[in-house]
C-alpha cells in the first residue's frame, strides 16, 4: 500500500488495478432483504470491465458525463471504478427528496445515467426534462408501468452486461483529467487519489479491516477509492437503511469500523449491544454525550478521522 502522497497512484485505474490484483480476496457487502450480498474484489473487477464495455457500446467515450441515481451498494461501486477509468466523468446524484436533480443534470450534460430501479419512482417524473440524457441504465427490476420519455433509450443493467469481455483496455488518462464531479465541479484523478491515500492514512486502513459506509456516496467521493487502495472489505447498506434494517446488517456482515452521521448512530444506540464487531465508528461534528453512550458499549466514537487538509 502506498504510503506517501509521492507514492500515490496518479490515477483511479492504478487504484482499481491495485485493488484486484493485490486485494482480490477483498470483499463487499451489500444488504438484501434476507441479509447480504458478498462479491469480492476480483469479482468486481471483471464487472467494472463489463459495465466499462457496455458504456462504450452506449458511445460514452472520453470526458462524456455518466450520472449514477444509486442508493450505496455493490453496483454503485462499479461505476465509480469504471466510469473515469475509462476516460469518462462520474456525476454521482444525491437521491434525497427535494433535491434539484433535473438541474443538476442538465448543468453537467449528463449523456448516461445509472439508476437503482428502487428510485426511479421518485425520478420518473423528471425524465422528460432531462434533455441531455440519451441512455438510462435501471439496475434492478423497472416499476409496473414504467415507460420511458421519447428519445430516451431504457436498458436492463444485468442485460446490458450479459457477454461482455471480462477485461477492459484501460486508457491512459492524464492525472489532472476530470473524473468525478462534485457539487458540479470536476476533481481530477489526481485529486481523488491524493484524497483516498490521505483517507487510507486517517482512518488506518488495511486489508484486515471491514469498513461500514452508512454515508452515501456522493457524501464523500475518496472512502470507495481508500478501501481498494488499502484492501479494507466494504459493508454497504443499499436501500435498507432504518435503524433495525442497519443494525441486522450490521451484525451478519460485521464491519470493525463504521461511518455515519450523528443521526445514523443515534438511530442504532439502541442496537449497541448487539453490534459486537464494531470497535470505531466515525459521526462528524457529534455530540459528546453520544460518544460517552458508545464507550460504554466498548465502541469508540470519533467526532473526526481524518486531517482538514483532505476535506472536500
Given at each position: 500500500m502506498p504510503s506517501t502522497t509521492q507514492d500515490v497512484p496518479p490515477d483511479l485505474r492504478r487504484i482499481l488495478e491495485h485493488g484486484v490484483s493485490r486485494h482480490a480476496s477483498a470483499t463487499v457487502d451489500t444488504a438484501t432483504p434476507s441479509g447480504f450480498r458478498r462479491v469480492s474484489y476480483a469479482e468486481i473487477g471483471v464487472r467494472v470491465a463489463w459495465l466499462a464495455h457496455a458504456l462504450r457500446a452506449l458511445g460514452v467515450g472520453e470526458g462524456d458525463r455518466v450520472g449514477t441515481y444509486m442508493w450505496n451498494n455493490a453496483a454503485h461501486l462499479e461505476a465509480f471504478l469504471a466510469v473515469p477509468c475509462m476516460g469518462a466523468v462520474l456525476h454521482p446524484l444525491d437521491v434525497r427528496p427535494g433535491e434539484d436533480v433535473?438541474?443538476?443534470?442538465?448543468?453537467?450534460?449528463?449523456?448516461?445515467?445509472?439508476?437503482?430501479?428502487?428510485?426511479?419512482?421518485?425520478?420518473?417524473?423528471?425524465?422528460?426534462?432531462?434533455k441531455t440524457v440519451e441512455h438510462v441504465i435501471v439496475h434492478g427490476p423497472l416499476p409496473d408501468g414504467f415507460t420511458a420519455p421519447a428519445?430516451?433509450?431504457?436498458?436492463?443493467?444485468?442485460?446490458?452486461?450479459?457477454?461482455?469481455?471480462?477485461?477492459?483496455?484501460?486508457?491512459?488518462?492524464?492525472?489532472?483529467?476530470?473524473?468525478?464531479?462534485?457539487?458540479?465541479?470536476?476533481?481530477?484523478?489526481?485529486?481523488?487519489?491524493?484524497?483516498?491515500?490521505?483517507?487510507?492514512?486517517?482512518?488506518?486502513?488495511?486489508?484486515?479491516?471491514?469498513?461500514?459506509?452508512?454515508?452515501?456516496?456522493?457524501?464523500?467521493?475518496?472512502?470507495?477509492?481508500?478501501?481498494?487502495?488499502?484492501?479494507?472489505?466494504l459493508a454497504v447498506p443499499d436501500?435498507?437503511?432504518?435503524?433495525?434494517?442497519?443494525?441486522?446488517?450490521?451484525?451478519?456482515?460485521?464491519?470493525?469500523?463504521?461511518?455515519?452521521?450523528?443521526?445514523?448512530?443515534e438511530g442504532l444506540l439502541p442496537h449497541a449491544a448487539a453490534l459486537t464487531s464494531l470497535t470505531e465508528v466515525v459521526a462528524p461534528d457529534c455530540p459528546p454525550a453520544l460518544a460517552d453512550a458508545y464507550g460504554r458499549h466498548g465502541v469508540t466514537l470519533v467526532r473526526d478521522r481524518e486531517p482538514a487538509a483532505v476535506r472536500p
Open positions: 433535473a438541474s443538476a443534470v442538465g448543468h453537467a450534460e449528463d449523456r448516461v445515467l445509472i439508476v437503482d430501479g428502487a428510485l426511479l419512482p421518485r425520478l420518473g417524473a423528471l425524465l422528460p426534462d432531462l428519445g430516451m433509450t431504457v436498458h436492463d443493467h444485468a442485460e446490458l452486461l450479459r457477454d461482455r469481455p471480462a477485461t477492459y483496455d484501460w486508457p491512459e488518462i492524464d492525472a489532472g483529467q476530470a473524473a468525478v464531479l462534485s457539487a458540479g465541479e470536476p476533481d481530477s484523478h489526481r485529486t481523488i487519489a491524493r484524497r483516498a491515500l490521505a483517507l487510507v492514512e486517517a482512518f488506518d486502513l488495511t486489508e484486515d479491516d471491514t469498513l461500514l459506509l452508512a454515508v452515501p456516496h456522493f457524501e464523500d467521493l475518496g472512502l470507495p477509492y481508500a478501501a481498494f487502495l488499502a484492501g479494507a472489505s436501500r435498507f437503511q432504518s435503524s433495525e434494517s442497519l443494525a441486522a446488517f450490521t451484525a451478519a456482515s460485521r464491519p470493525n469500523l463504521g461511518v455515519g452521521s450523528p443521526r445514523v448512530w
